[in-house]
Structures are given as C-alpha cells and as structure tokens.
C-alpha cells in the first residue's frame, strides 16, 4: 500500500531525501507521496522512512492504494532496474 501524507504535514521536508523511491515532492499545499513511486520502503528498510522521521506523523497507508508485498516488490524493480 502506498503511503500518504496527511494535512498534519508541517512542511518541513525533512522527508523528501530520505525516501529511496524519489516519491517525494511538494504539492501545492504540504509534500505529497507519488502513489507510483512508494513502495512502503519495501526491499530497502524495515520501516517507511518517511514516516520514521516525520515529527507529525503525517505519512500514513493510503486504503485508496492497496498492494501486496509481492506487487511493492515489483514496483521496487522497476523503479530499480
Ligand atoms: Fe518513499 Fe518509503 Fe515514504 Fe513510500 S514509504 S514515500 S517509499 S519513504
């Protein structure tokens, strides 16, 4: 499932270097989470990076994009090919 940030973000980016997807950018209101790009870390840390060091904990599972683990590990090579 792909992570999203809530509007709890402060936009601090403190964020945005450590997702290893590049998912992370600002949007028009706080950083956002391409849906396409996340893949909950997955292959690269145990836990989502983003949310690990996130001070507001905004970064949480978007229900609107579920996934397997073997479909973010697909994602992940392709992003990484
Ligand atoms: Fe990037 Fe991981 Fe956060 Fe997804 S969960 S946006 S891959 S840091």
Redesign the pocket.
């Known amino acids: 499932m ?2 999203k ?1 809530s509007d709890d973000c402060l936009s601090c980016g403190v ?1 945005e270097p ?7 950018s600002m949007g028009d209101a706080h950083f956002e ?2 849906p396409d ?6 292959g ?2 145990d836990q ?5 060091v996130c001070p507001n904990e905004a ?1 949480g599972p978007d229900p609107a994009h579920k996934e397997t683990q073997e479909e973010l590990l697909a994602k992940k090579a392709r992003l990484h090919p």
């Open positions: 792909a992570y940030i964020c450590e997702c290893p997807n590049q998912a992370i989470i391409n790009r996340c893949t909950e870390c997955v690269f840390f989502p990076q983003c949310r690990s970064p």
